[in-house]
């Protein structure tokens, strides 16, 4: 090579050689540097990606145990066993199953009004509504009660069960059972020893019946009242009559006579 017609030492040439290859290798280093660098920012950016994808607020929000889980109704829990047919005058069980955390006192009764109201199968041979009030105060963990005497008229009956507070909020209503009319009915009350809870009219009807009765034997209709007070006004008068028609009587009679002298002599002067 020439430069402006002058031969370039052979020095120089090796020298712009070597510092073309040089930059070569820098301008190589360069490019691999910064592709080596770019890839540790992608590869950080990846797990930042995926951190920043997962939400765990999303997977907790979705579990919610209390709308899942609601208490039982204590209805649900309080479950008779269907009674057995009972005789009349002769002690008899009822039982049930309670499994529900609360404790209270329980009222039992016994009732036919279901019975009377549907006609089971046609046997029922009760007119009126009759309801025995068993117990008031035996608790709802005991799980039976012993009826010492079935004093209810032949005819079918259900067990009734509420707490007797009545914060529990609980009324069941057994199976119907038949009670048989015994050898023995002594103990069997005519009529309803305890007025039913649920059946208001009858009671206010019965009562309405016994005032109109009572009304009808020991009072006087308007008619009798009316011809007693005439019959007495009357009987006065006339015992007035009898006292003073004598007096009367006698007082004229001496009159009478004065006036009429037949025969006697007549003073003229």
């Known amino acids: 090579m020439t430069l402006r017609g002058q031969p370039i030492p052979l020095f120089v040439l090796v020298a712009s050689v070597l510092a073309k ?16 660098s770019s890839v540790p920012a992608a590869a950080s950016s990846a797990p930042a990606s995926a951190t920043g994808g997962t939400t765990p607020t999303a997977t907790s929000s979705s579990v919610s145990p209390t709308s899942s889980a609601m208490a039982p109704s204590v209805n649900g829990t309080f479950i008779f066993v269907d009674p057995a047919n009972m005789t009349t005058c002769q002690p008899a069980t009822i039982k049930w199953s309670d499994t529900g955390s609360n404790v209270f006192a329980l009222t039992l009764e016994v009732s036919n009004e279901s019975a009377v109201d549907s006609a089971l199968d046609g046997e029922s041979n009760n007119t009126s509504v009759v309801s025995r009030v068993l117990t008031n105060s035996t608790l709802s963990t005991v799980g039976q009660f012993t009826w010492p005497d079935a004093d209810v008229p032949a005819g079918w009956y259900s067990a009734v069960a509420f707490d007797t507070a009545g914060t529990v909020g609980l009324h069941v209503q057994s199976a119907p ?52 007070i005439v019959a007495a006004v009357v009987g006065v008068v ?4 009898a006292f003073s028609a004598p007096h009367w009587w006698k007082r004229t009679l001496p009159f009478r006579a004065r006036n009429r002298r037949p025969g006697g002599p007549y003073n003229l002067f």
């Open 21 to 36: 290859h040089g930059e070569g290798d820098g301008a190589g280093d360069e490019d691999g540097s910064s592709s080596s």
């Open 177 to 228: 059972f038949f009670v048989q009319a015994g050898q023995n009915t002594s103990c069997v009350v005519s009529t309803p020893a305890n007025s039913s809870s649920t059946s208001p009219n009858a009671s206010s009807s019965a009562s309405a019946d016994t005032s109109q009765n009572t009304g009808s034997t020991g009072g006087l209709s308007n008619g009798a009242l009316a011809g007693t």
């Open 238 to 241: 006339l015992l007035l009559i």
